[in-house]
């Protein structure tokens, strides 16, 4: 969503443009990347608010996709100091925030911060090039549209589970083309952090310390749409709402140790499937 998104809907893009992902999270970088490339777009990635400042002063660069909670300097910290460069044309660089908030009233930060739009995490394919299209100038438009079938492919995982498994990748094999190796990536890196996570939020939950919970629980939620492990999708956001808000907090230790077992249980499901 943007600011300026009414007029430009159904647009296309006439060249091949340059992104710029700040966003810290390996299984959300690969995902973006991925669909970036299906795009024809070329893409850099950097970890964190500061190495995105230094690609941006290396290089030049279209759009910024900026994750809002990032180390070190978050998303809103990192726009505002691009708003103050002296190179006019970074400075003006279109910015589009990546957000796993949904809760009403946040885009007004992002705006403030001199963002152009915003996009929630999970995203389908068309809504990410419908929201590089929305911040683009005109010059860099066309009257046609990206082909349905591409803008239909979805991003993030389907609302049901298929058969006894705790998670499903059938929209994962859709963004994947012919690719093969993008699935297993994927699930790699899955395996590799998120039941490590899912393990410190019961510690965390242990010792009291809500900040970390909010945080863990945040960090798991998109990976968790992604392989759509539908039974755990509303604990891991009421986790991160009430640990946020401080609300509620004897409901959190039950829900965290469930979206533990939960996640052990789907990795081990991933192992045996994938031979991982």
Same mark, same amino acid.
């Given at each position: ?49 500061? +190495?995105? &400042?230094?690609?941006?002063?290396? @290089? *030049?660069?279209?759009?910024? /996709? ?7 300097? $978050? ?10 460069l002296t190179d006019e044309k970074k400075r003006n660089i ?75 990748? +059938?929209? &994962?094999?859709?963004?994947?083309? @012919? *690719?093969?190796?993008?699935? /297993? ?7 590799? $952090? ?13 010792n009291g310390d809500w900040e970390k919970v909010y945080f ?61």
């Amino acid at each position: 969503m943007s600011q300026n998104s009414q007029n430009k809907q159904g647009r296309g893009i006439n060249r091949k443009i340059k992104i710029l992902l700040a966003e810290d999270n390996d299984i959300n970088q690969l995902l973006a990347n991925k669909i970036i490339q299906h795009f024809g777009f070329e893409a850099k990635t950097a970890d964190n608010g500061n +190495d995105a &400042l230094q690609l941006l002063m290396e @290089d *030049d660069f279209d759009v910024i /996709l900026m994750d809002i909670q990032m180390p070190e300097k $978050n998303g809103i910290e990192t726009s505002a100091e691009i708003r103050t460069l002296t190179d006019e044309k970074k400075r003006n660089i279109p910015i589009i925030a990546l957000t796993a908030n949904a809760l009403k009233g946040e885009e007004k930060k992002y705006f403030a911060a001199g963002m152009n739009g915003y996009l929630t995490k999970p995203f389908k394919e068309k809504e990410l090039y419908e929201a590089i299209v929305n911040v683009l100038p005109e010059e860099y438009l066309t009257p046609a549209a990206p082909e349905e079938e591409d803008q239909e492919k979805v991003a993030v995982a389907s609302d049901e589970t298929k058969g006894p498994k705790l998670y499903n990748l +059938d929209d &994962l094999r859709m963004i994947q083309k @012919d *690719d093969d190796s993008f699935v /297993l990536n994927i699930l790699g890196l899955f395996i590799q $952090n998120v039941p490590k996570n899912a393990s410190e939020l019961v510690i965390a939950c242990d010792n009291g310390d809500w900040e970390k919970v909010y945080f863990l629980a945040h960090k798991m939620k998109s990976s968790i749409d992604l392989v759509n492990i539908v039974s755990i999708k509303d604990d891991v956001r009421r986790v991160e709402l009430n640990a946020k808000t401080k609300a509620n907090l004897e409901e959190i230790p039950e829900k965290a140790a469930n979206i533990n077992a939960i996640v052990q249980r789907a990795t081990d499901q991933m192992k045996e499937e994938f031979g991982l």
